[in-house]
Structures are given as structure tokens and as C-alpha cells.
């Protein structure tokens, strides 16, 4: 699934988590090479919701 916004990733994951009860963290970005020459760098936050065996990525 892809999320599309103006939002900033941060901002982005305080509604998410203000509307869900969710409980996303900022963990390593993701980083993407492209021709062995550059990378990008994408935020990535993370949830681990234990007692239903259910890991969230965003």
C-alpha cells in the first residue's frame, strides 16, 4: 500500500498515530541505491503490537 500527502513522514506518523492509538517510532531510514552512485534516504517508523502478533510499518 502507498500513502501519498503533503505531510511531512513525522507529522504524517502523528496523525496516524493519534487517530489509530497506534504507537509508531522512528527507527533507520531506508536507504534505496541507484546506479551504485546515489542513495536515498527514506524515514521509517515502526510498531509492534504484541499481543495480536502484528508488526506496523510506515
Known amino acids: 500500500m502507498a500513502i501519498t500527502c503533503p ?4 507529522r504524517l506518523c502523528y496523525y496516524i498515530n493519534k ?3 497506534l504507537d509508531l517510532h522512528k ?3 531506508h536507504e534505496i541505491w541507484q546506479d ?3 542513495s ?3 524515514g521509517r517508523y515502526y510498531y509492534e503490537d ?3 502478533e ?5
Do not use: A, E
Request: charged fraction near 15%.
Open 27 to 29: 527507527i533507520d531510514d
Open 19 to 21: 487517530v489509530t492509538g
Open 36 to 38: 551504485n552512485q546515489h
Open 7 to 10: 505531510l511531512k513522514d513525522y
Open 54 to 58: 502484528i508488526s506496523y510499518y510506515l
Open 50 to 52: 504484541s499481543n495480536n
Open 40 to 42: 536515498f534516504y527514506f
